[in-house]
């Protein structure tokens, strides 16, 4: 007998960062669900696609906002 792989799904947090959720129950608090549905590797593609600054957000800004400004 084969076993069906469950379904999981992308899901964000507010400082982007990603991680995958089982399809079938509602994310955690603070997460929404983003990009695809599938199996726990196609997921997983898709995340390390599209999350390539694994830097929290908050912290991203903080670096930006500490940039010396450019020379014109």
């Known amino acids: 007998m084969s076993r069906v792989a469950p379904r999981t799904r992308v899901v964000v947090n507010h400082e982007e960062q990603y991680s ?3 399809a ?3 994310p955690p608090a603070g997460w929404e669900p983003v990009g695809p549905e ?3 590797d196609e997921c997983l593609d898709w995340i390390e696609r599209t999350w390539t600054d ?3 957000l ?3 800004r903080a670096m930006a906002a500490a940039e ?5």
């Open 20 to 22: 995958v959720w089982p």
């Open 24 to 26: 079938d129950r509602q």
């Open 38 to 40: 599938g199996t726990e």
């Open 54 to 56: 694994l830097r929290p």
């Open 58 to 60: 908050s912290l991203r």
């Open 68 to 72: 010396p400004p450019a020379a014109p």
